[in-house]
């Protein structure tokens, strides 16, 4: 059985490239890694309800959309060309991602007896999460003293 599933794998501010699949790393690692372990998972969490998927997010995700113009899903804003990445953008948008995706999960899974979350932990400058450009290693230093401690 398995009970709790918390997907939580994460890369922040990396530089753009594309994963062996042709997708923008960023997004495949911070979402569709777990979209597709979910996928992978899903009867095993149905026969092991009681169960429940939380998925670790970031309140970052309010500071972008996913939408084009006219309201519809861009899905070049979700594995953007090189010219049209920003690394912290891509970082928002897979958790938005993940959002969305918990709020699907629960919504067809609860029948079943599975739930699903999205939460945010908090503002962690302890991680190494920043560690890919000196210049957000030295914003998590400053911002430090006034976030959570591991």
Not at 99 to 115: A, D, K, M, Q, Y
Not at 116 to 124: E, F, M, Q, R, T
Request: hydrophobic residues 40%; contains cysteine; charged residues 15%.
């Amino acid at each position: 059985p398995l009970h709790v599933l918390i997907c939580n794998a994460a890369v922040f501010a990396l530089p753009w490239q594309l994963t062996e699949d042709g997708l923008e790393s960023t997004f495949q690692v911070n979402h569709l890694g777990h979209f597709y372990l979910v996928q992978l998972l899903e009867d095993v969490l149905r026969c092991s309800s009681p169960a429940r998927v939380v998925m670790i997010s970031s309140e970052s995700h309010r500071f972008t959309d996913i939408k084009d113009g006219s309201g519809k899903l861009d899905f070049s804003l979700l594995s953007p060309s090189k010219k049209d990445y920003w690394a912290m953008l891509a970082y928002n948008r897979s958790k938005l991602g993940n959002i969305l995706f918990s709020n699907e999960l629960n919504r067809r899974l609860s029948p079943h007896g599975v739930t699903s979350n999205a939460v945010h932990p908090g503002n962690l400058m302890y991680s190494s999460i920043h560690r890919s450009w000196w210049v957000y290693t030295l914003l998590f230093t400053l911002a430090r003293p006034f976030t959570k401690s591991m």
